[in-house]
């Protein structure tokens, strides 16, 4: 066994010397793939295919990789890298060189080996892709996934129709039966359908198999002639189907240590026509098994338990099987190497009797053997001058025999024998001789290619002219004759031609390539010369007819000239005849007809059709037949152009009566609508005048509502208002106490101080305490009554904007619940813009209200930072002042010590009152002085404690403008109010430096 590996090489050869295989393993060649990184690995072949040769395939391994094998040339190519692992292979396209690949993202792709491009790629479906099933013509393709199964047109990549199934029954195959146009669907349910390719008609389904032997099917296969199904799945039992009688026929039971088939496939015999006896049968173990359906006996098989085989593929001729191994190499082998029970000719029908060898023969001496050798005679005597006559035929024999065999290893000379002999050839091998015989090349290329013109013109309504009952048949015959029609034009204006190929199409219906070849090698074999005199009859044929005729029956060819029969006139009105006696009538003229007027002397001896290309047909008057082509064509032109005429003047005519129909029934229609319009408007008006009492109903409702609603919110403002004025009274009276309460105080204070003014200096510093406690107080009550204030201006807002969106929610729901009986869509218009224009109106409000905050906002700001320039420029007077005092309290004590030192008889007590009153004056200077720096630092703590309230304020938002402006005038007020305390002060201490004054002077008066 030879072993290939693939490497990293994109092409080379597949083996090194030529390939024995042995019998007991039967492989050629063993392909791995590895790697020749760092780290060798394998990679594992997925998938295999054969195209349509069966001499080339190509396989996929898990990375995407694509390799072509040609067996026959010893070379591999790498043709593809798709990058992702392939799933199905199909390689018998119409177009040699194009493969399909189905990939892991669910996509199929067509590529060309030959230019390595990709041509399309399809998509579609939605799960993994198992099987890839093509059209024995190669022009459509089934791709089957679990979850549906999709029919392509490989002309132009388009899906043409899509199987969809429930869930719950899934799919185990959908596949094409060769050579013909039906289509098998297997589901999980054990359920088989047979469809027609074209229509989709299903046309039959496998009834149930029984009970006794029910197994659940996953793998199927059919033989190439499409009559039996092979059907297994996890068990030892193989079901075989018969699809014409469409019964179960038999039940193979495999050895026991098969428990499950993982896949069948028939294998091909060119000897068979099509019904395959050897059935191969893989399963679990790795093994697969090729046995024969018809004997059930062990033919060969191939694997084991070492090495055993994923999948495989049988080449379409029956050659070579190429196995996927479980280790992911591919082997192939060679089935001749494996089996000789295979491609076997079969053995000849004909006994030949033999005499005995030493003795006469005699009547009872006679013995029958069987060989495979030719027919031969008993031989006698050899003074007999007929068994001389056999020895020279013998002697001859093998010369002829030459010339007489065929390619598939038979006899021509025997056959005929054969043939004369019984009439007919066995029905089991009728259709492989024939076949042999014609030698038929079966160009499948040649023959599509006529297929793809489509239905020839002239045979486009043969149904009316042959109504066969078969749509099948009907439809064969067509394609049939178009092929040939497209072949030779000839045949286009044959008129006898669809009786002529009746009967083979009936025949061949399964194969219309071989229909086709048949036909066409009958014509141009035994009907040479009959188109020569197109499209008068064959009149050299017709006159060799009547020679033979004059020859063996003169009186029968002198009855028929004076009953004016002619050949042409016989053969126009045919009779029913029994054809086994005009067959024994052909072989009679035959053999007793002289050469010179012997049809063989004009007839041309047999030739088959060419392979490859058809020959050219060109045995006719070809301008007679373009004649007629074009005169045809021309007719037909003008019939339908007068068709088209007729069908327009039909359609025209059609038109007028549908339009004086519809005329009519306008009419009618119009009557009714006008009644039904009458009934209309005065079911209207009637609905009008009720809908008007329940306007008028609902607008009395609707004005009490909005009266009570006005009573309501007149009601709830008063109660509102009448708080508030309550609490601003109640306000107002505080501040009236308090200030009366400060004035009787301060009166107090002034008359304590004029009675005892020698306790003054206990009462001012008991007074600045009291003062300072009463301005902390007064401060804390300003402070409590804005919270109070802002809380209270608060707790009304919110109920204002609750009373007025109680008030416009109460108003839209009234308008909605009126418009919507007029009219819905515009109530919701209607209802956006009224949401709109409020939404609008409060952020115009909302602008405003900012608007005016902060221009109220500048304002207080503007009139604080004015009291604290006053404030600033009468602390600066008052200090002026007291340095001016000081300055003359200076002078005065100078002008003192100046009297003192002059004044040398003053008495001791008056020095020590005078002594004393200095003193108190300088004590009240200072104590006056600590006085108006005391008020200074409380207007400082009074400013500063007032901005952090003013920033308070301007976290208000709900402040009206109403509220700021008595906040200012309270704070003008409080300021006036300081500013006649200051005045008090300074007319007291102008008041006391005055009785100090008078006082000092008094002495010196005395004195003087």
Avoid at 241 to 250: G, M, N, P, T, V
Avoid at 558 to 585: G, W
Avoid at 774 to 781: A, F, M, S, V, Y
Wanted: charged share 30%; glycine share 2%.
């Amino acid at each position: 066994m030879q072993s290939t590996d693939l490497g990293n090489k994109e092409s080379g050869k597949i083996w090194h010397r030529k390939p024995s295989p042995a019998a007991r393993d039967g492989i050629i060649v063993n392909i791995i793939h590895t790697t020749s990184d760092y780290l060798p690995k394998v990679l594992r072949f997925l998938n295999v295919a054969f195209d349509s040769s069966g001499d080339c395939l190509i396989a996929g391994d898990h990375q995407g990789n694509i390799y072509g094998f040609d067996l026959p040339g010893n070379r591999f190519n790498l043709v593809q890298r798709t990058a992702q692992a392939c799933t199905a292979l199909a390689f018998n396209l119409h177009r040699k060189s194009e493969f399909l690949v189905a990939l892991a993202d669910y996509s199929i792709k067509c590529f060309d080996t030959v230019t390595k491009e990709l041509v399309s790629w399809m998509r579609g479906h939605e799960s993994s892709v198992f099987s890839i099933s093509v059209h024995a013509s190669g022009k459509y393709a089934i791709t089957t996934s679990s979850d549906t199964a999709q029919l392509w047109d490989l002309d132009t990549f388009q899906r043409k129709r899509k199987l969809n199934i429930l869930q719950s029954v899934g799919i185990q195959k959908v596949f094409f039966l060769p050579l013909s146009n039906t289509i098998l669907s297997c589901f999980k349910d054990n359920s088989i359908f047979a469809w027609e390719c074209d229509t989709l008609f299903c046309k039959y389904q496998l009834p149930a198999p029984p009970e006794s032997s029910s197994i659940l099917y996953k793998v199927f296969a059919v033989t190439r002639d499409g009559r039996v199904l092979a059907a297994g799945g996890k068990s030892n039992h193989l079901h075989l189907w018969c699809l014409e009688a469409k019964q179960l026929f038999r039940i193979i039971q495999m050895p026991t240590k098969v428990r499950a088939i993982r896949h069948l496939e028939f294998l091909p015999d060119s000897f068979d026509a099509g019904s395959n006896q050897a059935l191969g049968v893989l399963s679990q173990d790795g093994i697969m098994r090729f046995i024969n359906i018809q004997t059930c006996k062990l033919l060969f098989e191939i694997g084991s338990l070492d090495e055993g085989i994923s999948s495989s593929v049988i080449s379409p001729h029956g050659r070579y099987i190429a196995c996927v191994m479980e280790n992911g190499s591919l082997n192939i082998y060679s089935v001749q190497a494996l089996t000789q029970e295979i491609n076997k000719p079969p053995p000849p029908l004909v006994k030949v009797i033999e005499d005995l060898p030493k003795r006469k023969l005699t009547s009872g001496d006679f013995k029958m053997k069987v060989t495979s050798g030719r027919v031969q005679r008993p031989a006698k005597s050899k003074e007999n001058k007929i068994q001389t006559r056999i020895l020279k035929q013998d002697l001859t024999g093998h010369l002829e025999n030459k010339e007489n065999e065929l390619s598939d290893g038979l006899n021509k000379k025997r056959l005929q024998i054969l043939l004369k002999g019984y009439g007919e050839y066995p029905t089991k091998y009728r259709m492989f001789i024939w076949r042999s015989l014609l030698q038929l090349p079966e160009n499948h290329t040649a023959f599509s290619s006529l297929i793809d013109k489509g239905v020839h013109m002239a045979f486009l309504n043969l149904q009316r002219k042959y109504p066969i009952k078969s749509r099948k048949l009907l439809r064969v015959l067509q394609r049939t004759l178009s092929a040939l029609a497209h072949w030779s034009a000839i045949f286009s204006d044959t008129p006898y031609l669809p009786l002529l190929a009746f009967p083979f199409v009936k025949l061949f219906q399964n194969n219309q390539l071989i229909c086709f070849e048949v036909v066409a090698t009958l014509i141009t074999n035994w009907c040479q010369h009959w188109f020569e005199y197109f499209p008068n009859p064959p009149i050299n044929i017709l006159s060799m007819i009547e020679n033979v005729l004059a020859f063996h029956d003169k009186e029968l060819l002198q009855h028929f000239i004076d009953r004016d029969v002619t050949s042409q006139y016989f053969f126009h009105h045919r009779n029913n005849l029994d054809i086994s006696v005009v067959i024994r009538e052909v072989y009679h003229l035959m053999d007793t007809t002289p050469a010179d007027i012997h049809p063989e002397s004009m007839l041309s001896a047999f030739v088959a059709l060419t392979k490859g290309q058809y020959p050219v047909f060109n045995q006719y008057p070809k301008f007679i037949v373009d004649y007629q082509t074009q005169e045809r064509e021309r007719i037909r032109n003008d019939e339908l152009d007068y068709l088209r005429e007729r069908q327009t003047v039909k359609n025209m005519q059609a038109e007028v009566d549908q339009q004086r129909a519809e005329d009519e029934a306008w009419c009618q229609k119009q009557e009714l609508l006008h009644k039904a319009e009458e009934t209309r408007r005065e079911m209207l008006l009637h609905e009008e005048e009720k809908m008007l009492q329940q306007r008028q109903r609902l607008a009395a409702v609707k004005r009490e509502l909005k009266i009570q609603e006005m009573h309501l919110q007149d009601a709830t403002r008063r109660r509102l208002l009448k708080l508030q004025q309550d609490q601003k009274e109640m306000e107002l009276r505080r501040l009236d106490d308090e200030i009366e309460r400060k004035v009787n105080m301060r009166d107090q204070e002034i008359a304590t101080t004029a009675k005892d003014l020698e306790m003054r200096h206990l009462e001012l510093e008991s007074q600045k305490r009291l003062y300072e406690k009463n301005l902390t107080r007064n401060q804390e009550t300003v402070a409590k009554e804005m919270r109070e204030d802002i809380d209270a201006y608060r707790r009304k807002v919110d109920l204002e904007e609750r009373s007025f969106r109680r008030l416009i929610e109460a108003d839209q729901t009234q308008n909605q619940k009126a418009q919507k009986l007029i009219e819905e869509n515009l109530a919701k218009a209607e209802q956006a813009c009224l949401n709109t224009d409020w939404q609008i109106q409060a952020l115009q409000k909302q602008r405003w209200s900012d608007q005016q905050r902060n221009e109220s906002y500048r304002e207080m700001a503007k009139l604080l930072r004015e009291n604290r320039r006053k404030e600033i420029e009468v602390l600066n007077a008052m200090m002026q002042n007291e340095a001016k005092k000081w300055k003359e309290a200076e002078e005065k004590d100078f002008q003192l010590k100046s009297e003192k030192k002059a004044s040398a008889l003053s008495d001791a007590s008056r020095k020590w009152f005078l002594e004393k009153e200095i003193d108190d004056a300088l004590e009240h200077a200072e104590h006056i002085h600590n006085k108006a720096v005391v008020p200074r630092c409380q207007n400082e703590r009074v400013a500063s404690s007032r901005w952090p309230r003013t920033s308070q304020l301007d976290d208000i938002s709900e402040m009206d403008f109403s509220t700021r402006i008595s906040l200012n005038q309270r704070k003008m007020q409080w300021d006036t109010m300081e500013r006649d305390l200051l005045e008090r002060v300074r007319n007291l201490r102008q008041r006391l430096t005055a009785q100090a004054r008078s006082r000092c002077q008094t002495p010196h008066l005395l004195a003087t």
